[in-house]
């Protein structure tokens, strides 16, 4: 069966391509569907361009959604975030 989870995340600091790759390999590394989303603006984390392009957006003090997508939505959301702290 399929779930969606979310996690509100805030920016504590500029993103950097290094942290936009790291988002993405453990995005290619779940099970699930890994999305970004801020003010109606969604991409796929499986894209490093969509990833910049979407990090070139946020300033410190902004947040945004993780919102993961599968059978193993919760679980993967918890490994996203917990990889990919900030």
């Given amino acids: ?8 995340v805030k920016v504590t600091a500029k993103y950097t391509v290094n942290k936009a790759l790291e988002i993405m390999q453990a995005a290619k ?6 999305f970004l989303s801020k ?3 969604t991409v796929q984390a499986s894209g490093l361009s969509q990833l910049v392009s979407f990090f070139l957006t946020l300033k410190e003090g902004d947040s945004f959604l993780y919102i993961v997508e599968g ?8 490994v996203i975030t917990k990889d990919t702290a900030f």
Avoid at 1 to 8: A, E, G, L, N, V
Avoid at 71 to 78: K, P, Q, T, V, Y
């Fill in 1 to 8: 069966m399929k779930q969606i989870c979310s996690k509100k």
């Fill in 29 to 34: 590394s779940i099970n699930s569907q890994l």
């Fill in 39 to 41: 003010n109606g603006h």
């Fill in 71 to 78: 059978a193993d939505a919760e679980s993967a959301l918890n």
